[in-house]
């Protein structure tokens, strides 16, 4: 039996990302590395293009160092005589490309119609990608770990608390725009935790326009973002605090009302949704505003749209649980962290495309139907095997990664509901103070959304 493998000529054979490299290729690696001027001036055993790959493999492989990372993307090239590099070679070739190639990369590959570009009937048939004609985004953010060393302490501080505790590691703050139905990055930034969200939200508001509605949590409810926000021309849902004091400018049939935040005129939906189970029933008030003032939309169907946003945590959960298993990042300088998160998210986002690519032209599969865990397995194992680097003359979006996501869809979401509790004590300190916080099985769910109309109007102060 004799297996084919098409790579790049000489030194530059271990540079690839198996079947992702379609999606990554040669042309698009070297023209960040152009744009950065961080081509090698002479050709080396590691070429620069070649250090980008080591670091997107990385980005598969979290687990492991760099030499068996290497070592990964060798194993389909038995044959070739590929070098062997020292992990102290490794570590001057990451440092001499530095992350301006990675971040140019990171550009290249965001943005809102990635994965998801729809027209005609199918862009509506699409479900959660779109709603009433905009592209449904919500905006978060998250904490990565790094390691805990002098280097990495001049940039990142660890988390405190009002005992005077502190976290483990040093912390990084990663704020992403995210489109909701695909789960792919429109854009993020990242940086020391000492700025809060919004701090880093102003960043991202090059990636907003309009034909995009951005959902939010209650961080994000401050006048002067929302007010900047709506001037992009997208529109913004999000949640306020319950006891906030809002003008009312005039009431609206359905129960809802518009007001201002700032100067910008926005609509106020109050409901009280109660999740009811077999085991029980809860109910919690949602107060929403959105830049979305057409009577003709129920406030109702506002309140339902709102629950899209978790889907921005899936993509989180994706990212740390999956992706780095719950790990610290292993590099030790800010450089190398952020030349790691950009690697991180670039690998994550590539997944993501080829999971779109994989449900593009299939109306009857929601793209949230495709396992990332499957795609990222099956595209660890191309990258073993060092299969499917260079396409074909026939495009085929769907390949190898596209048939094991077909083959293994996630089921049709389901309304369930389950209490947060702590899964696995870390330790026995928390697993005394979890007492009575038992883990139970996830419970079909009724979800029912009463909207609390305003009964007077008010004018503004």
């Not at 102003?202 to 949590?217: C, E, F, K, W, Y």
């Not at 201002?260 to 106020?268: A, D, H, M, Q, Y």
Request: proline fraction near 5%; aromatic fraction near 4%; charge should be positive.
């Amino acid at each position: 039996m004799t297996r084919v493998v098409t790579v790049a000529g000489g030194c530059f054979a271990p540079g690839h990302l198996g079947e992702l490299t379609r999606i990554v290729p040669f042309e698009m690696v070297d023209a960040a590395l152009v744009e950065t001027h961080s081509v090698q001036r002479r050709l080396r055993l590691l070429p620069s293009r070649v250090v980008v790959y080591l670091l997107l493999a990385a980005g598969l492989f979290t687990e492991i160092g760099w030499s068996q990372v290497w070592a990964r993307l060798c194993t389909g090239l038995d044959g070739l005589g590929v070098a062997t590099p020292s992990a102290s070679a490794l570590a001057a070739a990451r440092a001499r490309v530095g992350v301006a190639p990675l971040r140019v990369l990171f550009d290249l590959l965001r943005g809102a119609e990635t994965g998801c570009v729809q027209i005609g009937a199918a862009r509506a048939a699409r479900p959660g990608v779109f709603w009433r004609g905009r592209l449904v985004t919500a905006v978060d953010g998250t904490i990565l770990c790094c390691p805990d060393t002098p280097a990495n302490l001049t940039e990142f501080s660890k988390g405190g608390s009002s005992h005077g505790t502190t976290t483990g590691y040093p912390m990084v703050r990663v704020l992403a725009l995210v489109a909701c139905g695909t789960r792919t990055i429109i854009d993020a930034v990242f940086g020391t935790d000492r700025v809060g969200e919004l701090g880093y939200a102003p960043q991202l508001l090059a990636s907003t326009r309009a034909g995009m509605i951005v959902l939010a949590d209650r961080n994000f409810a401050a006048a002067d973002w929302i007010t900047a926000l709506a001037a992009t021309g997208a529109d913004v849902l999000v949640r306020v605090k319950n006891h906030r004091r809002l003008p009312i400018c005039r009431t609206l049939a359905d129960g809802s009302s518009v007001s201002r935040i700032g100067r910008v005129e926005v609509r106020v939906v109050t409901a009280k949704v109660t999740i009811t189970t077999s085991d029980s029933a809860r109910t919690e008030t949602y107060r929403l505003v959105t830049t979305v003032l057409d009577p003709d939309v129920p406030a109702v169907e506002i309140v339902g749209l709102y629950h899209e946003r978790w889907e921005i945590e899936t993509c989180f959960a994706e990212l740390k649980s999956t992706s780095l298993g719950g790990r610290v990042l292993r590099s030790r300088t800010p450089t190398g962290v952020a030349q790691e998160i950009y690697a991180l998210l670039i690998t994550y986002q590539v997944l993501r495309i080829a999971i779109s690519d994989t449900t593009l032209h299939r109306a009857d599969v929601d793209p949230d139907r495709g396992s990332f865990t499957v795609a990222r397995h099956a595209a660890r194992d191309q990258l073993i095997a060092a299969a499917g680097i260079i396409a074909d003359t026939v495009l085929d979006l769907v390949g190898t990664i596209g048939r094991h996501v077909l083959d293994q869809l996630l089921p049709a979401r389901r309304v369930r509901t389950n209490p947060r509790v702590v899964k696995r004590a870390i330790s026995k300190y928390v697993a005394s103070t979890a007492k009575g916080r038992h883990r139970g099985p996830s419970r079909p769910a009724l979800i029912t959304i009463e909207i609390e109309p305003i009964l007077t109007a008010q004018p503004p102060d």
